[in-house]
């Protein structure tokens, strides 16, 4: 099983509403990304947690509070955002060191299918 | 800033081998070279990746210069399925601790 799945696929929000994003996965991957994705452009990274631990934090507004309570799951909580935040939203897991396998490997990144949010 | 650098379009008639360059001049020692690509308005897909010696899977070949300056992912048999936005990527492959950045990609269009 190498799914990661992402809810919900498609989200409509206004700029005083709070929701979330959410992001699961049961590879046993212990490290897992948030990306941002505009229109024609490649996707940026925003959010790395390893061992449930941030690790990378690209200078991404406050706005976008990630959460990982687990293993198995990350989230993108979301406040007072704007319009040009609207974007495709990707979540990625990979391995990290320590499990069996070619290091090259255990950096292999699997993405989901992205939420699309449009901020009114 | 991106590590690597791709040509923007690439046409290939179906069929044919689709050879797609990537340049990627600063690798370190310790960095592999990554694939992806991604289809429309879906999630990037893993496609193979290496650190100097050529690789081969199901769905493509990784040929990487001696130097390891530049690479090339080889599609033997293109598809109209294969089109999509293909990305290389250099990066460390022991730790998630080092950024992860996307070129701008090549845009690989198969014509029947």
């Known amino acids: 099983d190498t799914e990661v799945t992402q809810t919900p696929k498609h989200l409509v929000m206004g700029m005083t509403n709070k929701k979330s994003l959410k992001c699961e996965q049961h590879?046993?991957?212990?490290?897992m990304y948030w990306y941002k994705q505009k229109a024609k452009k490649p996707p940026e990274l925003m959010f790395v947690?390893?061992?449930?631990?941030?690790?990378i934090n690209e200078s991404v507004p406050s706005r976008f509070s990630p959460e990982c309570p687990n293993s198995s799951l990350l989230n993108l909580h979301l406040h007072a955002l704007q319009p040009e935040d609207s974007a495709l939203y990707l979540c990625?897991?990979?391995?990290?060191?320590?499990?069996?396998?070619?290091?090259?490997?255990?950096?292999?990144?699997?993405f989901g299918a992205g939420t699309r949010l449009s901020v009114l | 800033d991106a590590k690597t650098t791709q040509p923007p379009s690439m046409d290939c008639a179906e069929g044919r081998a689709a050879n797609l360059p990537c340049n990627h001049s600063t690798i370190s020692g310790n960095e592999y070279v990554y694939w992806y690509r991604q289809i429309h308005s879906q999630g990037p897909q893993y496609i193979i990746h290496g650190l100097k010696n050529n690789e081969t899977n199901e769905m493509a070949s990784l040929i990487i210069t001696e130097d390891r300056k530049s690479s090339t992912l080889i599609l033997p048999h293109a598809t109209l399925r294969d089109t999509a936005v293909y990305y290389c990527?250099?990066?460390?492959?022991?730790?998630?601790?080092?950024?992860?950045?996307f070129g701008p990609g090549t845009s690989l269009s198969v014509i029947p």
């Open positions: 947690y390893s061992y449930e631990k941030l690790s």
């Open positions: 990625a897991s990979s391995q990290r060191r320590g499990l069996a396998g070619e290091g090259g490997a255990k950096n292999i990144q699997y």
């Open positions: 990527i250099v990066r460390v492959g022991e730790t998630s601790y080092d950024k992860v950045i």
């Open positions: 590879m046993g991957h212990r490290a």
